[in-house]
Each structure stands twice: as C-alpha cells, then as structure tokens.
C-alpha cells in the first residue's frame, strides 16, 4: 500500500531554520505537495515540484523517495500542522498525504 | 486565483437530519474534487474522490450509501449525510483540482455537530 511518512511532531526556536521531513513508498512518485494547515482553515499549498523548489520562507528538497520542507527563520506564528502529499503517475494522479506534522515553536 | 468555497462553514443539527455541504471551484474548472474528514487531533482522512459527471470512487472504510456524493458539473461537488448520528460529528473539508497534474486546492471545512 502506498504511504507517505512524517514526524508527528517537530519543535523549533524562533528565528531557526525548520526541517519536516517526509519519505514515501509511492509507486511511480513524481510531484510532492507541502501544505500547511491551521486547523479550522483550509490546508493552503506552499511549494510543490518534482525538484528543489523555494516560495518566500519554504524551501522544498527533493529525492526520489524523500522531501524535506525547510522553513527559513520560523516565527511563532508557524506553528501548524504541515502535511507531505506525494502524486504518482498513472492512474487515478490521486495523492497521498501524510499523517501530518505539527510544528511547535519556542519564543 | 484557484479559490475553493465549501459551505456552510458549520453545521449544528439533531440526530436523524440530512446534511448537505457544498464545494465549489470559483474560477477553475475542477475536473476532480476530493472529500476528507478529520477528526480532532488527527489527519486528514481521504473519504471520497469525484470525477465531474461519473460515480465517486469511495475509500475503503467509508459507506457509499451514508455520504452520497454528487459532482454534477465542473464546478460544483455535494456531500450528503444522510441520518447523520452523533458518531458522524467531524469536520468536513473539500478540495479540488483542475487537472492531474495541479495540486489540490482546498474549501476553509465545515464544522458538523450532530445532537
């Protein structure tokens, strides 16, 4: 069964550089999708691609089987949860998301 | 651009009652949508995938006869809980995409509280 994995749980201190890191084992995996989500709200997309990509603070690293999202001088007011999806090629294009991250940052 | 409107946003209604919650793609065609639920203090679920015009192709778990899916045109997708029970309380979130290779864009979810 296709599945993507990511820490439940990663702590930061202000002003650092946040990694998230997410590995899969997706059957023709071509694109990942980094969303972050503030519960309550609807999950916004931050990066995507199959290459390393960056959006304002986010970075996003790309190999084969693993991403990691990458947030440059984190804020407190990161502090969500952060989901890896991951599209395979052929059939459905339907993505698989990870369970989800939630970010904790320490003034 | 790529905005997703879900309503309504919340949903308080006794046990028994049929809920339906919208999700529209407001200036995108979505030839996809998806439904998920979650739970508090966990991930989002994948409940259902629609296709514009043909059956939604339920996740394995979920019954096809308790959430009635419709996604009649490229814009729109229903989701219907049919006699919903307290058990079904969760929140609801949409997303849609406009092709394969797009990313999903996201409704803001509905709360649903059943009494």
């Known amino acids: ?107 | 651009g790529a905005v997703v409107s879900q309503h309504p946003s919340r949903v308080i209604c006794k046990s028994g009652t049929s809920v339906k919650i919208e999700c529209r793609s407001l200036d995108f065609q979505a030839t996809t949508m998806f439904w998920y639920r979650q739970f508090p203090k966990q991930s989002l679920m994948l409940m259902a995938t629609s296709n514009e015009g043909s059956k939604a192709t339920y996740e394995q778990g979920v019954e096809k006869d308790k959430f009635l899916i419709n996604h009649a045109s490229l814009t729109l997708s229903t989701l219907t809980v049919t006699s919903a029970h307290p058990e079904d309380s969760s929140f609801y979130i949409c997303s849609a995409r406009g092709g394969e290779a797009q990313p999903q864009h996201f409704g803001d979810g509905t709360r649903l509280s059943i009494l």
């Open chain 1, 1 to 107: 069964k296709d599945q993507v994995f990511q820490p439940s749980t990663v702590a930061s201190s202000e002003g650092a550089v946040v990694e998230i890191f997410c590995n899969h084992s997706v059957s023709n995996a071509y694109n990942f999708f980094w969303y972050l989500h503030f519960p309550g709200c609807a999950p916004r997309l931050l990066v995507k691609g199959s290459k390393p990509s960056q959006q304002g603070r986010y970075n996003m690293t790309y190999e084969r089987f693993s991403s990691s999202l990458l947030i440059l001088q984190v804020r407190e007011a990161d502090a969500a949860v952060y989901y890896c999806a991951v599209c395979a090629s052929g059939g459905s294009y339907i993505p698989t998301f990870g369970r989800g991250t939630s970010l904790i940052v320490h003034p």
